[in-house]
């Protein structure tokens, strides 16, 4: 089964697609967990722009409602099942994608109870809560994470099958959340796609929304801040990883890519029952010192940076081989060569529209209005 952005159900049949007896709108809505979040926010806005309705269920605990433009809003939290059967049938929901939960790495090594209950508690409910109400479409926002540094090698890349060794709480409750889904999709004949990110990176070039943790822990964030902000050098987490510049490796996609995908999950035709898991990435893997120098030479400045120790829970290197991703959903990033992202994520550092966190009102007053 696949929902169409034309607005209805579609099954398929072996003489073809066949238009299924669900009620038809204009505009089918689909529930959007975590939809003031980061990646949730872009992606309300690519279901608009493909004709769905984003209801944004979230609890604003790290998203904000200043990044909900393109459908209702409903406050609520995960865990709660009365708020989530509620937005379900007030909007006439007809598929969900699922991003709310917490995303800390290091967070979770400290706080694994809470992440267990939210992310993988607030994923049963949300599941329980589908299924009453008849809602058998489901994309879930899940992570690299799951794969941790398992037995690779520094330069492998990662496909759907390889070990799967998270190497934090964080992960763990990815995975686990898979795990649920999957057996429920058996069980109960959901289908459901679980999109495994690489380094969401960054912003929707209109300039509307873009990301805005508090705190911001990621590396492109911290490096623009660092550059523009008051001076306080960005720590490189360690320079002594079996790489060849001694750095982590990630793979940044473009958060606008991301966003892409998740519709094209949405509209990908799946038999009941069916559950797929695809990385989403750009296939490259980048250092830390090489993002830092693409920062640099996108403001002309240099980036201050010390060389501190490495953070709890990094693997060396995180890269995806997307090959499943073009096949499954005929989706190859198209904005994520690093200069882009970090000409995109710089437009809405300097003028971000919520979010101000770590960096700071005086910086953003200060010379991030420069080059
Ligand atoms: N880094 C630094 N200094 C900083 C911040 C980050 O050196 O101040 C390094 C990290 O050690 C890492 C790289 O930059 O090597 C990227 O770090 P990010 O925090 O930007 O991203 P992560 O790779 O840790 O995590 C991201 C998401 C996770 C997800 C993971 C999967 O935030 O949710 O990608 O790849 F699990």
């Not at 995303?103 to 599941?127: C, K, M, Q, Y």
């Not at 693997?315 to 499954?328: D, G, M, Q, T």
């Not at 690093?338 to 000409?343: D, G, Q």
Request: net charge neutral; aromatic share 6%.
């Amino acid at each position: 089964m696949s929902l169409t952005a034309g607005g209805v159900l579609a099954k398929s049949t072996r003489s073809g697609l066949r238009i299924g007896g669900m009620t038809q709108t204009s505009k089918p809505a689909v529930l959007v967990t975590g939809g003031a979040g980061y990646i949730g926010a872009h992606t309300a806005k690519a279901l608009a722009e493909r004709g769905f309705t984003p209801v944004v269920y979230d609890s604003l605990v790290s998203g904000f409602r200043e990044a909900v433009h393109w459908g209702p809003f409903v406050h609520g939290d995960i865990r709660d099942r009365v708020a989530l059967a509620e937005a379900i049938e007030t909007h006439h929901v007809k598929a969900a994608i699922h991003f709310a939960g917490l995303i800390e790495v290091g967070r979770s090594v400290a706080r694994p109870d809470l992440f267990w209950d939210v992310n993988v508690g607030g994923t049963t409910t949300l599941l329980t809560t589908l299924r009453e109400h008849g809602v058998g479409r489901l994309v879930f926002s899940s992570s690299a994470a799951v794969y941790g540094q398992g037995g690779r090698g520094p330069l492998e890349t990662i496909g759907e099958t390889a070990e799967k060794a998270p190497a934090s709480p964080y992960g763990d409750t990815k995975l686990a959340a898979e795990w649920l889904i999957q057996a429920q999709c058996r069980a109960y004949g959901l289908s459901a796609v679980a999109l495994r990110y690489f380094n969401a990176a960054g912003a929707d070039p209109s300039g509307m929304i873009g990301e805005g943790h508090e705190p911001e822990t990621h590396l492109i964030p911290l490096a623009i801040a660092a550059a523009l902000g008051d001076g306080k050098p960005l720590t490189v987490f360690g320079k002594d990883f079996d790489t060849p510049d001694g750095t982590c490796l990630r793979d940044y996609v473009h958060v606008a890519d991301l966003a892409d995908a998740h519709v094209a999950a949405l509209e990908r035709e799946l038999a009941d029952g069916a559950f797929e898991a695809v990385n989403l990435g750009a296939g490259e893997g980048k250092s830390v010192l090489e993002v830092i120098d693409a920062v640099g030479a996108a403001l002309d400045r240099d980036v201050p940076k010390i060389v501190g120790a490495r953070r709890a829970g990094d693997p060396a290197s995180l890269v995806a081989n997307p090959a499943r991703a073009a096949a499954l959903l005929g989706w190859t990033p198209r904005r994520s060569s690093l200069a882009r992202i970090v000409e995109d994520a710089l437009r809405w550092e300097r003028a971000p529209k919520y979010g101000v966190g770590l960096r700071g009102a005086s910086a953003r007053r200060g010379s991030l209005t420069g080059p």
